[in-house]
Nanobody, 123 residues
Framework: VQLVESGGGPVQAGGSLRLSCVGS????????MGWFRQAPGKEREYVAA????????PYAVPVKGRFTISRDDAKNTVYLQMNSLKPEDTAVYYC?????????????????WGQGTQVTVSP
């Protein structure tokens, strides 16, 4: 499945953004979907994931209570609502699809990746 992220951009600390990831080529309804991010000079890290049944995996500790993952299979889209943003949330955010349908926390499990969308949070 091809994935395209959108919704990133500049935002001030304390603000909100909603990222979208639209799938094409096939339905994402049987895929587990995940969000990951990579900050400059750092490794890619897990953010959130949701299984094909809608079961949400534990959020990454730095985003717990501030970010919410959801999916709308009718729109072939997964979302990441980000509230109370902090400068340390600045990163390129990627969505990924896992054919096995689980909401894995491991990036190596994912089969398909988007190109990413930049999120920049200013103090």
């Amino acid at each position: 499945v091809q994935l395209v992220e959108s919704g990133g951009g500049p935002v001030q600390a304390g603000g909100s953004l909603r990222l979208s990831c639209v799938g094409s080529g096939r339905t994402i309804s049987t895929y587990g979907m995940g969000w990951f991010r990579q900050a400059p000079g750092k490794e890619r890290e897990y953010v959130a994931a949701i299984s094909w049944t809608g079961n949400i995996s534990p959020y990454a500790v730095p985003v717990k209570g501030r970010f919410t993952i959801s999916r709308d299979d009718a729109k072939n889209t997964v979302y990441l609502q980000m509230n109370s943003l902090k400068p340390e949330d600045t990163a390129v955010y990627y969505c990924a699809a896992y054919r096995a349908g689980l909401g894995s926390l491991r990036d190596s499990d994912y089969d398909d990746w988007g190109q990413g969308t930049q999120v920049t949070v200013s103090p």
